[in-house]
């Protein structure tokens, strides 16, 4: 299956706000939980939110108060608004369908923050 594809990313000067976008294709994207990731230069991917197929959200904490994670089924679409943005949230975004075992990875979205 192909992966989630995401988009929205840009250049955002601090304390700005971005809306990430990810679309999935059929009724397991729609009815699953779908996370969202990111991975800065010469770290490794970290998770950031997660989303049930009924809309139950949870957050690292690093993130909390920060970033909104939402669903439109109708649409097939998994959003991450992230706002107060800060050079440290600089990195390629991702989001996936889990368990993300055995599954591809779309290319991301860039999202880079200025001072």
């Known amino acids: 299956q192909a992966p989630p594809v995401e988009s929205g990313g840009g250049l955002v000067q601090a304390g700005g706000s971005l809306t990430l976008s990810c679309t999935g294709s059929?009724?397991?994207?729609?009815?699953?939980?779908v996370a969202w990731y990111r991975q800065a230069p010469g770290k490794q991917r970290e998770g950031l939110a997660t989303?049930?197929?009924?809309?139950?959200?949870n957050y690292e904490d690093f993130v909390k108060g920060r970033f909104t994670i939402s669903r439109d089924s109708a649409k097939n679409t998994v959003y991450l608004q992230m706002n107060n943005l800060k050079p440290e949230d600089t990195a390629v975004y991702y989001c996936?369908?889990?368990?993300?075992?055995?599954?591809?990875w779309g290319q991301g979205t860039q999202v880079t923050v200025s001072s």
């Open positions: 996936n369908i889990l368990p993300v075992r055995g599954r591809s």
């Open positions: 989303i049930t197929g009924l809309g139950a959200t």
């Open positions: 059929g009724s397991i994207f729609r009815t699953s939980v």
